[in-house]
């Protein structure tokens, strides 16, 4: 179990935002794809992330089933090809690495903002969906409360988390920049997911206060606005809202809704100036560009600006990283001791075979009460011989000196058996 942690995964780093969306996953195709694994390959401990800036399936087996799993994605996505997609998987098969990387993915290490902590809400949903469809083992489940236990830390004991650094808090910056010439600017926000409810959220420490939300279930929109002190409009008048807008920032996906050059030819008389696209698949045209006096940006635009909260971030990272590295030991501990276990049961179950092998030699001559003496007496003598080794490979789990000590563990029970057969 212990060396057999994988992760294909598809980023911002090595994957323009064209390919990204092309294999980008919803809650539903995700757990899909969980299904998909779990029945036709021979993986366990698999758990499917996808955000809008990347799209890891993370696995435990000897197997290398990279290509299985590439190819499932694309039956999900309903694209045959995979040879456009599958050179920008990155597949890391060394078990501490992939270790590693779930670790730097989840607490922010890895962001295009570093340190968003919206990541590690999306690491959780992964983790439950993961958990409905029965593909966590101990080894993820293990894996996953670890994580989550140093996030804990990071948040006490470093800076990394202080600041509003993220994807949403990068976005009200991009829109105070852009408008600044502006008399009140007048800016929609299109759906209210976790990453539009985040904008939202940030405008309300920006001096932009004329914010408009719309989104497909009313309620929403308007508990949302409440909770901004926002407007919030029908999405009936969405095509009118953006006519309107001198902004239009949207985080639906693209297959839902979908912004064209046509569709603003159509429905508006003029262009808002701004379009910021925060979603994936993307749902804003780059066409909208050949617009006079019109610009599209989108998640890829939204780099990390010069803040104090950000310098901090990055100041903090040492510590996030010891954080981890002391994390990932102490894992690494528990799992190279989960995998003597299964030694230590044989060799208590070899111990048990002999003792009541002798004891049935003898038991026959002794009463009642002598008998539950000795079954007594000698069960706390085997627990006691168990003991010691178990206590000997624990240690050297610690000392890093585990596979040596266990391969001669091994060998010793091979002797044993063969020395009481004779």
């Known amino acids: 179990m212990q060396s057999q942690f994988k992760v294909l995964t598809l980023s911002y780093k090595y994957a323009p935002i064209?390919?990204?969306?092309?294999?980008?996953?919803?809650?539903?195709?995700?757990?899909?794809?969980?299904?998909?694994?779990?029945?036709?390959?021979?993986?366990?401990?698999?758990?499917?992330?996808?955000?809008?800036?990347?799209t890891e399936i993370y696995y435990s087996s000897v197997t290398d089933y990279s290509l299985e799993i590439i190819k499932l994605l694309a039956i999900e996505k309903g694209f045959i090809a995979t040879k456009a997609v599958q050179p920008y998987f990155k597949h890391i098969t060394c078990h501490k690495e992939a270790v590693q990387h779930l670790f730097h993915v989840a607490l922010g290490?890895?962001?295009?903002?570093?340190?968003?902590?919206?990541?590690?809400?999306?690491?959780?949903?992964?983790?439950?969906?993961?958990?409905?469809?029965?593909?966590?083992?101990?080894?993820?489940?293990?894996?996953?409360?670890?994580?989550?236990?140093?996030?804990?830390?990071?948040?006490?004991?470093?800076?990394f988390r202080n600041g509003a650094a993220s994807v949403s808090y990068a976005t009200v910056e991009l829109v105070e920049d852009l408008t600044k010439a502006m008399e009140n600017p007048r800016v929609l926000m299109i759906g209210v997911g976790e990453i539009g409810a985040d904008?939202?959220?940030?405008?309300?420490?920006?001096?932009?206060?004329?914010?408009?939300?719309?989104?497909?279930?009313?309620?929403?929109?308007?508990?949302?606005?409440?909770?901004?002190?926002?407007?919030?409009?029908?999405?009936?008048?969405?095509?009118?809202?953006?006519?309107?807008?001198?902004?239009?920032?949207?985080?639906?996906?693209?297959?839902?809704?979908?912004?064209?050059?046509?569709?603003?030819?159509?429905?508006?008389?003029?262009a808002p100036k701004f379009f910021i696209d925060l979603s994936m698949p993307r749902s804003i045209s780059s066409d909208l560009q050949t617009l006079p006096a019109t610009r599209v940006y989108n998640i890829d635009n939204i780099r990390n600006r010069t803040t104090k909260a950000l310098e901090k971030r990055l100041i903090a990272i040492p510590q996030v990283q010891q954080i981890i590295a002391e994390a990932v030991s102490e894992f690494e501990t528990w799992t190279q001791e989960m995998g003597m276990s299964p030694a230590i049961q044989n060799f208590k179950n070899r111990l048990e075979e002999i003792r009541q092998q002798e004891l049935n030699r003898y038991l026959k001559k002794l009463g009642a009460e002598e008998k539950e003496l000795v079954e007594a007496l000698t069960k706390n003598i085997l627990n006691k011989i168990v003991k010691l080794p178990a206590l000997e490979l624990k240690a050297a789990c610690q000392r890093g000196e585990s596979d040596a000590l266990?391969?001669?563990?091994?060998?010793?029970f091979d002797l044993e058996k063969e020395t009481v057969k004779g």
């Open 406 to 412: 266990l391969q001669s563990f091994s060998a010793l």
């Open 199 to 270: 904008v939202c959220d940030n405008f309300q420490k920006s001096a932009i206060s004329n914010i408009v939300v719309v989104n497909r279930t009313h309620y929403k929109a308007m508990d949302l606005a409440q909770k901004c002190n926002v407007k919030a409009a029908y999405w009936e008048n969405v095509w009118e809202e953006i006519k309107f807008a001198d902004v239009v920032i949207s985080s639906v996906p693209g297959d839902c809704f979908y912004i064209s050059k046509q569709d603003i030819d159509k429905h508006a008389t003029k």
């Open 109 to 159: 290490l890895e962001s295009q903002v570093v340190g968003d902590m919206q990541i590690m809400n999306q690491v959780k949903y992964a983790y439950q969906w993961a958990t409905d469809a029965g593909t966590a083992g101990p080894f993820l489940h293990r894996l996953m409360h670890t994580i989550f236990f140093s996030s804990k830390r990071v948040a006490n004991e470093t800076c």
């Open 18 to 54: 064209t390919v990204r969306e092309a294999v980008s996953l919803n809650e539903i195709a995700s757990r899909n794809l969980l299904d998909k694994v779990k029945e036709f390959t021979g993986a366990s401990d698999v758990l499917v992330l996808s955000t809008c800036n990347r």
